[in-house]
């Protein structure tokens, strides 16, 4: 059977993650709960997602040379994924979150040294990303660089996953060469330029957008499910009911198990379901990537 490599090229944050309450008004001094601090990161998230569900990853990146980014290649190393092309640069890339009692959460990215990465580094993988399956991509390191990697790959044998986030707006040109699109609510409305308040808006957001890309694209909604649109098909799917705890790296985890159930030729309604039931594991427990499920638990439930 052929090994499905992915290469995801992104970024690798480490994650202050405090636990309270509510947010604080203006002025206002508020005391947390918890303080929780662990790997983090866009990329580095859907890279952990797809090494711990057996998928052969390699991680593109860069941290700084501090402790902070020690930790996170560690992390990824431990998690089974291929961090040899990690470089260290300037400072590491920090989030910090605030998460609310219901699991949701407010993020904010201090760049560091995601903001380092160059079209330079990218050519120097080239041997790399040319015999890869999957190439996925986020907004959290330079976008001429996003831009490069999509150009210069888009007609090769594989497929190049963006998430949109960040949202940023994409070139048509660009957009037009991405396999599959997936964006949040926030963010689909930022492209879209409407706002989302029903699974039925996102469909049809999705269908305005679907033209616009290479031919899918998902729309996730939170606590409420996702959606997924095609030219052929187009379908909602409701979130599990379950006690949310974190949901923070909840939207990776879903990319990094729709990536693998893609590998694994599965159905688009079964890439969704299966993506959706992990993403479901994902908030029941705290932190990032630690709360990511792995192929050995959900076994009875892979196909």
């Known amino acids: 059977m052929e090994v499905k490599n992915v ?6 944050n480490f994650d202050i993650i405090v636990k309270q309450q509510r947010m604080p008004n203006k002025g206002e001094t508020f005391i947390a709960d918890e303080l929780v601090q662990g790997p983090g990161g866009k990329g580095a998230n859907q890279a952990a997602q797809c090494a711990k569900l057996g998928l052969p990853t390699v991680m593109v990146g860069k ?44 993020s904010t990215i201090v760049k560091g040294a995601n903001d380092l990465i160059t079209r330079n580094d990218i050519d120097e993988i080239a041997h790399l990303l040319v015999s890869s399956s999957f190439i996925v991509l986020q907004q959290e390191i330079p976008e001429d660089v996003i831009e490069y990697v999509i150009a210069k790959y888009e007609s090769a044998d594989l497929k190049i996953v963006l998430n949109n986030a960040p949202a940023r707006k994409v070139r048509e040109d660009i957009l037009k060469c991405v396999d599959v699109l997936v964006v949040n609510e926030t963010e689909a409305s930022f492209m879209s330029g409407k706002s989302i308040n ?42 599990e009911n379950v006690q949310a705890v974190d949901a923070t790296g909840a939207g990776d ?31 029941t427990k705290e932190g990032g990537q630690h709360s990511f499920p792995t192929k050995k638990e959900i076994e009875s439930i892979l196909i």
């Open 7 to 12: 290469v995801v090229i992104g970024s690798l």
């Open 63 to 106: 941290v700084g040379d501090d402790r902070f980014g020690e930790a996170l290649v560690g992390s990824l190393t431990a998690l089974g994924v291929d961090t040899s092309y990690i470089k260290k640069l300037g400072l590491t890339g920090m989030g910090l979150v605030h998460v609310m009692p219901d699991g949701d959460y407010y």
């Open 198 to 239: 029903s699974a039925t808006d996102a469909i049809s957001i999705g269908k305005e957008m679907l033209p616009l890309t290479g031919g899918m694209v998902v729309i996730t909604l939170g606590k409420y499910g996702s959606v997924v649109v095609t030219e052929s098909y187009s379908n909602f799917f409701p979130a």
């Open 253 to 283: 985890s879903f990319i990094g198990a729709l990536i693998y159930a893609m590998s694994e030729g599965l159905s688009i309604d079964q890439c969704m379901k299966f993506a959706t039931h992990i993403s479901a594991i994902t908030v």
